[in-house]
């Protein structure tokens, strides 16, 4: 069926792109299945890919149907064992039998890897399937649970908590405590959030500590059908993404503020909000929005819309950040830009990337070998189908072990890179945030440190925002940067390599703080002679590995 040979070329193709597997799925041509009913298949299969990739290799099916390749093997699996309709085959179609005459045996190592795993049940099997998808290892454990499970799940696979910030364009907190949520029970940490989430959703709220007019709720919340939430009195918005406004820390008088790559939109409005409640300021600054995707900038004004922002953002539909004219009107005047480039997203929660697949591998080392299907003759020995070697051992490392997932960082580190040196040669900027929802180090520390050692850098008198310096909620979020690999990174620089780790703020996707994976670090610049402003980041030649 054309259906599984669809969602096989999805899988099988290596992508450089940074969209998503849905936008992948739906923006493909020539595909004979419903977009649909492919996203769905190819989706769920993903997310269970490494307790199937188990399962077929314990049954050893791809040793008895050498045909079958390991991505059919995984998408007919799943339909066959957790999809409610089975295998979307005729009776008699080839790769319906070739799964079907398999059925006991994938059925008993299914069972075995949830036993295994210590799940009571397949329901809380795919619970568990969910967390892994969800949020990943690390979310702590309650004392009040002590054999470690709810409902047969890990508790360190919980959800995400729901994080909505409240427009203060619009409204304000204290507003919507007492209307919005005013049947809400208010307590004292994140780790209360999740812990509700397996049971009925609960009218518990948490008042962010860190950021201002920030609140969590349980993931299964839905207040999207809310009138408060159709007339943009509040935004779904992760805590972590809030973090790069909240750092810019953008003054009254320090001129106009930058949205380099605004759409789809909540940092450019958060931004809009944090200044509309500076104190004091007689004129606000102007906010321009760049984007140059004219699709994705139709969204962005839509957001801009229903945020109640218009009057303070002016939105540059198809403008490419890096063909600005610094010193141009109205560039010149910019005193402050919020970068959060294209990357990997390897922090986002739920990502549906195609490269977290886990194949099952005709390699796989077994004790037994598959009967072969012909009688067998005395004397003859029959030797396995499959190689009888043991699996290869991959050892952890900082590095992504995929070389293409290798490729594709080093392009986006390039790209993001190029974006933050651009903004050092604005000429009256004064302040940059620069974050990702990535948790490499190629895409976060790295480009930092590299920026930090470029010539613009040092001739346009540009240094890292000390943790000291910070605004208070920032001074007081824990999570800071890989020291390691800032050592090796200005190791022949000169620069503190402990001070600008301290400087960087990450999130960890699952966690106990309940964030998605994020970095963001924040550059001011010390104003040097007038001749030192002269240099564009057109003269920047590289690094001098002797400086």
Same mark, same amino acid.
């Given at each position: ?136 290892? @690390? ?195 910019? @005193? ?13 929660? @739920? ?165 998605? @994976? ?30």
């Amino acid at each position: 069926m054309s259906l599984y040979y669809d969602a096989a070329s999805i899988l099988s193709t290596t992508d450089r792109r940074c969209g998503s597997l849905k936008s992948r799925v739906f923006g493909a041509k020539d595909l004979k299945s419903t977009p649909a009913q492919l996203f769905a298949l190819v989706s769920e299969a993903s997310k269970w890919s490494f307790i199937l990739k188990e399962v077929i290799e314990k049954s050893q099916i791809l040793a008895y149907e050498r045909k079958l390749s390991p991505t059919l093997a995984l998408l007919l699996v799943h339909d066959l064992l957790l999809a409610r309709k089975g295998v979307a085959a005729a009776a008699t179609h080839p790769l319906r039998l070739v799964i079907v005459r398999h059925k006991a045996r994938l059925q008993a190592e299914l069972t075995k890897a949830r036993l295994k795993r210590g799940i009571s049940s397949l329901e809380a099997l795919r619970e568990y399937v969910a967390g892994q998808n969800g949020v990943n290892d @690390g979310i702590q454990t309650t004392q009040s649970e002590s054999d470690g499970t709810r409902h047969g799940v890990p508790l360190k696979l919980m959800p995400h908590p729901r994080w909505i910030r409240i427009n203060v364009l619009k409204t304000s907190l204290e507003e919507q405590l007492a209307s919005t949520f005013s049947g809400y029970r208010c307590v004292e940490t994140v780790d209360e959030i999740i812990n509700t989430t397996l049971k009925a959703p609960n009218k518990i709220i948490h008042i962010d500590k860190h950021m201002p007019d920030l609140i969590a709720l349980s993931p299964a919340a839905d207040l999207s059908t809310t009138s408060a939430y159709r007339k943009g009195l509040f935004i779904f918005q992760d805590k972590a993404s809030c973090f790069p406004a909240y750092l810019l820390d953008s003054q009254p008088k320090g001129g106009d503020c930058l949205d380099a790559c605004a759409a789809p939109g909540n940092k450019t409005t958060h931004l809009a909000a944090l200044i509309h409640n500076t104190n004091g300021a007689a004129q606000k600054p102007r906010i321009w929005a760049c984007e140059r995707d004219k699709v994705r900038a139709q969204t962005l004004q839509k957001m801009v819309d229903i945020a109640g922002a218009d009057k303070l953002v002016t939105i540059k539909a198809g403008q490419d950040f890096l063909r600005l004219d610094p010193e141009k009107e109205p560039w010149c005047s910019v @005193g402050a830009l919020l970068l959060d480039p294209s990357c990997s997203g390897s922090g986002i929660v @739920g990502r549906d990337e195609v490269h977290n697949i886990v194949l099952p591998s005709r390699e796989t080392f077994i004790t037994s070998t598959p009967p072969s299907r012909k009688r067998k003759r005395k004397g003859n020995t029959v030797q396995s189908a499959v190689p009888s070697h043991p699996e290869k051992k991959i050892a952890a490392s900082d590095e992504p072990p995929d070389k293409n997932l290798r490729d594709r960082l080093e392009s986006l580190a390039t790209f993001q890179l190029k974006l933050l040196l651009h903004a050092f040669a604005f000429p009256q900027a004064r302040r940059i945030t620069y974050s990702t929802c990535s948790t490499y180090i190629q895409e976060n520390e790295e480009v930092i440190c590299k920026a930090l050692g470029s010539l613009i850098a040092r001739h346009r008198g540009w240094r890292i925002l000390r943790r000291d310096q910070q605004v208070s909620g920032m001074q007081a979020w824990d999570i800071r940067g890989d020291i390691e690999a800032c050592k090796v990174c200005l190791e022949s620089s000169g620069n503190p390599a402990e001070e600008i780790a301290e400087a960087c703020i990450r999130c960890n996707k699952g966690t106990k703080e309940g964030t998605q @994976g994020f970095f963001v670090a924040a550059f001011v610049r010390e104003m040097l002679d007038e001749e030192d402003k002269v240099l564009s980041e057109e003269e920047w030649e590289g690094f001098d590995d002797d400086k």
